[in-house]
T-cell receptor, first 112, second 117 residues
Framework: GENVEQHPSTLSVQEGDSAVIKCTYS??????FPWYKQELGKGPQLIID?????GEKKDQRIAVTLNKTAKHFSLHITETQPEDSAVYFC???????????FGQGTRLTINP | GAVVSQHPSRVICKSGTSVKIECRSL??????MFWYRQFPKQSLMLMAT?????????EQGVEKDKFLINHASLTLSTLTVTSAHPEDSSFYIC?????????????FGQGTRLTVV
Protein backbone atom coordinates (compact mmCIF):
# COMPACT_ATOMS: atom_id res chain seq x y z
CA GLY A 1 0.00 0.00 0.00
CA GLU A 2 0.86 3.67 -0.12
CA ASN A 3 3.39 5.12 2.31
CA VAL A 4 3.91 8.86 2.75
CA GLU A 5 6.99 10.29 4.45
CA GLN A 6 7.06 13.93 5.55
CA HIS A 7 9.99 16.12 6.55
CA PRO A 8 10.88 17.96 8.64
CA SER A 9 8.88 17.10 11.74
CA THR A 10 9.42 20.61 13.13
CA LEU A 11 10.32 23.82 11.35
CA SER A 12 11.00 27.23 12.82
CA VAL A 13 11.09 30.24 10.49
CA GLN A 14 11.48 33.99 10.94
CA GLU A 15 8.41 35.99 10.06
CA GLY A 16 8.59 37.09 6.45
CA ASP A 17 10.85 34.23 5.37
CA SER A 18 9.76 31.21 3.36
CA ALA A 19 8.96 27.74 4.64
CA VAL A 20 9.23 24.50 2.69
CA ILE A 21 7.83 21.13 3.72
CA LYS A 22 8.57 18.02 1.71
CA CYS A 23 6.79 14.69 1.25
CA THR A 24 7.60 11.52 -0.63
CA TYR A 25 5.20 8.78 -1.61
CA SER A 26 5.71 5.18 -2.63
CA UNK A 27 2.75 4.27 -4.87
CA UNK A 28 3.24 5.40 -8.45
CA UNK A 29 -0.53 5.10 -8.94
CA UNK A 30 -1.17 7.97 -6.53
CA UNK A 31 -2.51 10.97 -8.38
CA UNK A 32 -4.01 13.31 -5.80
CA PHE A 33 -1.94 15.19 -3.22
CA PRO A 34 -3.64 17.53 -0.74
CA TRP A 35 -2.09 19.60 2.03
CA TYR A 36 -3.85 20.29 5.30
CA LYS A 37 -3.29 22.83 8.06
CA GLN A 38 -4.31 21.84 11.58
CA GLU A 39 -4.51 24.31 14.41
CA LEU A 40 -4.53 23.22 18.02
CA GLY A 41 -7.74 21.47 18.99
CA LYS A 42 -9.26 21.69 15.51
CA GLY A 43 -9.76 19.45 12.54
CA PRO A 44 -7.45 19.66 9.51
CA GLN A 45 -8.27 22.32 6.93
CA LEU A 46 -7.56 21.80 3.25
CA ILE A 47 -5.26 24.58 2.07
CA ILE A 48 -4.16 23.45 -1.36
CA ASP A 49 -4.07 20.31 -3.46
CA UNK A 50 -2.51 19.13 -6.69
CA UNK A 51 -3.27 16.40 -9.14
CA UNK A 52 -0.72 14.44 -11.10
CA UNK A 53 -1.50 16.11 -14.40
CA UNK A 54 0.19 19.34 -13.26
CA GLY A 55 3.59 20.07 -11.79
CA GLU A 56 2.85 23.20 -9.79
CA LYS A 57 -0.09 25.05 -8.32
CA LYS A 58 -0.14 28.37 -6.54
CA ASP A 59 -2.67 30.18 -4.38
CA GLN A 60 -1.43 33.54 -3.11
CA ARG A 61 1.40 32.82 -0.64
CA ILE A 62 1.03 29.06 -0.88
CA ALA A 63 2.34 26.83 -3.63
CA VAL A 64 2.71 23.12 -4.14
CA THR A 65 5.09 21.39 -6.53
CA LEU A 66 4.95 17.79 -7.69
CA ASN A 67 7.69 15.65 -9.17
CA LYS A 68 6.08 12.42 -10.34
CA THR A 69 9.33 10.87 -11.47
CA ALA A 70 10.92 11.26 -8.08
CA LYS A 71 7.63 10.70 -6.28
CA HIS A 72 7.82 13.76 -4.12
CA PHE A 73 5.82 16.90 -3.59
CA SER A 74 6.44 20.01 -1.56
CA LEU A 75 4.54 22.83 0.11
CA HIS A 76 5.98 26.32 -0.15
CA ILE A 77 4.78 29.18 2.01
CA THR A 78 6.22 32.60 1.23
CA GLU A 79 6.17 35.78 3.33
CA THR A 80 5.27 33.77 6.40
CA GLN A 81 3.09 35.32 9.09
CA PRO A 82 2.49 34.36 12.74
CA GLU A 83 -0.92 32.94 11.81
CA ASP A 84 0.82 30.39 9.59
CA SER A 85 2.02 28.65 12.76
CA ALA A 86 0.27 25.26 12.85
CA VAL A 87 0.80 21.60 12.04
CA TYR A 88 0.80 20.80 8.34
CA PHE A 89 0.02 17.38 6.88
CA CYS A 90 0.55 16.11 3.38
CA UNK A 91 -1.48 13.22 1.98
CA UNK A 92 -1.80 11.07 -1.10
CA UNK A 93 -4.40 8.88 -2.72
CA UNK A 94 -4.83 7.07 -6.00
CA UNK A 95 -7.67 6.91 -8.46
CA UNK A 96 -10.22 4.50 -7.09
CA UNK A 97 -8.73 4.51 -3.61
CA UNK A 98 -11.18 6.05 -1.21
CA UNK A 99 -8.82 6.84 1.59
CA UNK A 100 -6.04 9.36 1.98
CA UNK A 101 -2.69 8.30 3.38
CA PHE A 102 -1.17 11.01 5.57
CA GLY A 103 2.37 12.03 6.32
CA GLN A 104 3.56 12.34 9.88
CA GLY A 105 3.00 16.10 10.06
CA THR A 106 5.24 19.17 10.39
CA ARG A 107 4.92 21.59 13.25
CA LEU A 108 5.65 25.02 11.76
CA THR A 109 6.48 27.89 14.08
CA ILE A 110 6.78 31.44 12.77
CA ASN A 111 8.95 33.59 14.99
CA PRO A 112 8.08 37.30 15.11
CA GLY B 1 -14.85 24.70 0.58
CA ALA B 2 -17.48 22.23 1.66
CA VAL B 3 -18.51 22.11 5.32
CA VAL B 4 -18.38 19.08 7.55
CA SER B 5 -19.92 19.52 10.98
CA GLN B 6 -18.98 17.27 13.87
CA HIS B 7 -20.76 17.12 17.20
CA PRO B 8 -20.00 17.27 20.05
CA SER B 9 -16.69 19.10 20.09
CA ARG B 10 -15.90 17.86 23.59
CA VAL B 11 -17.32 15.07 25.70
CA ILE B 12 -16.43 13.61 29.05
CA CYS B 13 -17.90 10.25 29.96
CA LYS B 14 -17.56 7.69 32.68
CA SER B 15 -15.70 4.48 32.09
CA GLY B 16 -18.04 1.75 30.85
CA THR B 17 -20.54 4.06 29.18
CA SER B 18 -21.04 4.67 25.45
CA VAL B 19 -20.58 7.88 23.51
CA LYS B 20 -21.98 8.81 20.11
CA ILE B 21 -20.28 11.29 17.79
CA GLU B 22 -22.10 12.72 14.77
CA CYS B 23 -20.61 13.84 11.50
CA ARG B 24 -22.66 15.75 8.96
CA SER B 25 -21.89 17.08 5.52
CA LEU B 26 -23.83 20.33 5.48
CA UNK B 27 -23.80 21.42 1.85
CA UNK B 28 -22.92 18.35 -0.15
CA UNK B 29 -23.64 14.65 -0.38
CA UNK B 30 -20.94 12.39 0.94
CA UNK B 31 -21.08 8.83 -0.29
CA UNK B 32 -18.03 8.05 1.78
CA MET B 33 -17.04 9.28 5.21
CA PHE B 34 -13.95 8.46 7.20
CA TRP B 35 -13.26 8.29 10.90
CA TYR B 36 -9.84 9.10 12.30
CA ARG B 37 -8.25 9.03 15.68
CA GLN B 38 -5.41 11.36 16.62
CA PHE B 39 -3.20 11.16 19.68
CA PRO B 40 -1.27 14.22 20.87
CA LYS B 41 1.48 15.30 18.49
CA GLN B 42 0.77 12.45 16.11
CA SER B 43 -0.70 12.10 12.67
CA LEU B 44 -4.24 11.06 11.85
CA MET B 45 -4.86 7.34 12.13
CA LEU B 46 -7.65 6.04 9.93
CA MET B 47 -10.05 3.88 11.90
CA ALA B 48 -12.70 3.05 9.33
CA THR B 49 -14.27 3.98 6.01
CA UNK B 50 -18.01 4.43 6.05
CA UNK B 51 -20.09 4.02 2.92
CA UNK B 52 -23.70 5.09 2.85
CA UNK B 53 -26.06 2.16 3.12
CA UNK B 54 -23.42 -0.48 3.71
CA UNK B 55 -21.21 -1.77 6.48
CA UNK B 56 -18.11 0.16 7.39
CA UNK B 57 -14.67 -1.10 6.47
CA UNK B 58 -12.38 -1.10 9.49
CA GLU B 59 -8.62 -0.75 9.44
CA GLN B 60 -6.50 -3.50 10.86
CA GLY B 61 -6.42 -3.46 14.62
CA VAL B 62 -9.61 -1.43 15.07
CA GLU B 63 -12.32 -3.29 16.95
CA LYS B 64 -15.56 -3.04 15.00
CA ASP B 65 -17.65 -4.08 17.98
CA LYS B 66 -16.17 -1.32 20.07
CA PHE B 67 -16.32 1.45 17.49
CA LEU B 68 -19.75 1.20 15.90
CA ILE B 69 -20.21 3.17 12.70
CA ASN B 70 -23.51 3.95 11.05
CA HIS B 71 -23.88 5.80 7.76
CA ALA B 72 -27.62 5.94 7.29
CA SER B 73 -27.79 8.83 4.83
CA LEU B 74 -25.65 10.74 2.37
CA THR B 75 -25.14 13.52 4.91
CA LEU B 76 -24.77 11.75 8.25
CA SER B 77 -22.39 9.23 9.76
CA THR B 78 -22.11 8.37 13.44
CA LEU B 79 -19.37 6.79 15.51
CA THR B 80 -20.32 5.17 18.80
CA VAL B 81 -17.57 4.29 21.24
CA THR B 82 -19.04 1.47 23.30
CA SER B 83 -17.99 0.60 26.84
CA ALA B 84 -15.46 3.39 26.80
CA HIS B 85 -12.26 3.12 28.83
CA PRO B 86 -9.61 5.73 29.68
CA GLU B 87 -7.37 4.44 26.89
CA ASP B 88 -10.11 5.43 24.41
CA SER B 89 -9.53 9.07 25.34
CA SER B 90 -8.40 10.77 22.16
CA PHE B 91 -9.28 13.28 19.46
CA TYR B 92 -11.72 11.77 16.96
CA ILE B 93 -12.12 13.41 13.56
CA CYS B 94 -14.46 12.62 10.70
CA UNK B 95 -13.95 13.42 7.05
CA UNK B 96 -16.09 13.35 3.95
CA UNK B 97 -15.13 13.32 0.31
CA UNK B 98 -17.17 15.01 -2.35
CA UNK B 99 -19.35 12.64 -4.28
CA UNK B 100 -18.18 12.06 -7.79
CA UNK B 101 -15.90 10.11 -10.04
CA UNK B 102 -12.17 10.33 -9.68
CA UNK B 103 -10.24 11.81 -6.82
CA UNK B 104 -12.21 14.42 -4.98
CA UNK B 105 -11.40 16.73 -2.13
CA UNK B 106 -11.78 15.53 1.45
CA UNK B 107 -13.02 17.89 4.13
CA PHE B 108 -12.75 17.42 7.86
CA GLY B 109 -14.96 18.08 10.81
CA GLN B 110 -13.84 20.10 13.79
CA GLY B 111 -12.98 17.01 15.79
CA THR B 112 -14.29 15.62 19.07
CA ARG B 113 -12.14 15.54 22.17
CA LEU B 114 -13.23 12.44 24.13
CA THR B 115 -12.13 12.09 27.73
CA VAL B 116 -13.05 8.93 29.58
CA VAL B 117 -12.79 9.17 33.35
Amino acid sequence: GENVEQHPSTLSVQEGDSAVIKCTYSDSASNYFPWYKQELGKGPQLIIDIRSNVGEKKDQRIAVTLNKTAKHFSLHITETQPEDSAVYFCAASSQGAQKLVFGQGTRLTINP
Amino acid sequence: GAVVSQHPSRVICKSGTSVKIECRSLDFQATTMFWYRQFPKQSLMLMATSNEGSKATYEQGVEKDKFLINHASLTLSTLTVTSAHPEDSSFYICSARLRGTGNTEAFFGQGTRLTVV
